[in-house]
């Protein structure tokens, strides 16, 4: 089946600090790569995506690039802010799961001024 | 510019009691989904949908039951509640799959059981 694996958190960063999430994937089709983003107290929202091998995904200074070789999606952030302090999951589907996602268990960030 | 509209945001529940977590979206989106969020955990979906009238079990579906009568709505019943059910649950829906495929989630239900 499929699975994703994400680096446990809080990971704690002081501001325009370098982050990286690490996350990595198994699947039985070819997936399709997601990072969501948590606010707290708010449901979550696409940040970014790739859906194929060497694709790299950007929103907000946020990247991930598809490394099929490796089965990896990190998340990276040059210079990070107090307002990056969420929780985040990567996530994947493939097209045989009906839309279905997988996810992670979520890496809580918090960034002190 | 609603998107997806989750009632209620919180709720107690007695052990046994039943209710109704209500789920709108007006993205005349064909998928929507339910899933559970324990703490420190990823989402687990509970029940998803790909259209009016079609529903189908996700991962975790014991104790939970759905209906999709219409595009929009996507209720999700529990029956005879329990402490298992603590958590916080998220209502999502898509336009379509695969690497098209973007959620867009409610706000939440937070929901404890007693």
């Known amino acids: 089946g499929n699975s994703v694996t994400q680096m446990e958190g809080p990971v704690t960063l002081s501001e325009e600090a370098f982050l990286t999430i690490n996350c990595t994937y198994t699947?039985?089709?070819?997936?399709?790569l997601f990072w969501y983003v948590q606010y707290p107290g708010e449901g979550l929202q696409l940040l970014l995506k790739?859906?194929?091998?060497?694709d790299k995904g950007s929103n907000k200074g946020f990247e991930a690039t598809y490394r099929k070789e490796t089965t990896s999606f990190h998340l990276e952030k040059g210079s990070v802010q107090v307002s990056d302090s969420a929780v985040y999951f990567c996530?994947?589907?493939?097209?045989?799961?009906?839309?279905?996602?997988?996810f992670g268990a979520g890496t809580q960030v918090v960034v002190t001024p | 510019n609603a998107g997806v509209t989750q009632t209620p945001k919180f709720r107690i529940l007695k052990i046994g009691q039943s209710m109704t977590l209500q789920c709108a979206q007006d993205?005349?989106?064909?998928?929507m989904y339910w899933y559970r969020q324990d703490p420190g955990m990823g989402l687990k979906l509970i029940y998803y949908s790909v259209g009016a009238g079609i529903t189908d079990k996700g991962e975790v579906p014991n104790g939970y039951n759905v209906s999709r009568s219409t595009t929009e709505d996507f209720p999700l019943r529990l029956e005879l509640a329990a402490p298992s059910q603590t958590s916080v649950y998220f209502c999502?829906?898509?336009?379509?799959?695969?690497?098209?495929?973007?959620?867009?989630f409610g706000a939440g239900t937070r929901l404890s059981v007693l």
């Open positions: 790739a859906t194929k091998a060497d």
């Open positions: 993205m005349n989106h064909n998928y």
């Open positions: 999502a829906s898509s336009y379509s799959t695969g690497d098209k495929n973007i959620q867009y």
């Open positions: 996530a994947l589907t493939t097209t045989d799961s009906w839309g279905k996602l997988q």
């Open positions: 699947a039985t089709g070819y997936p399709s």
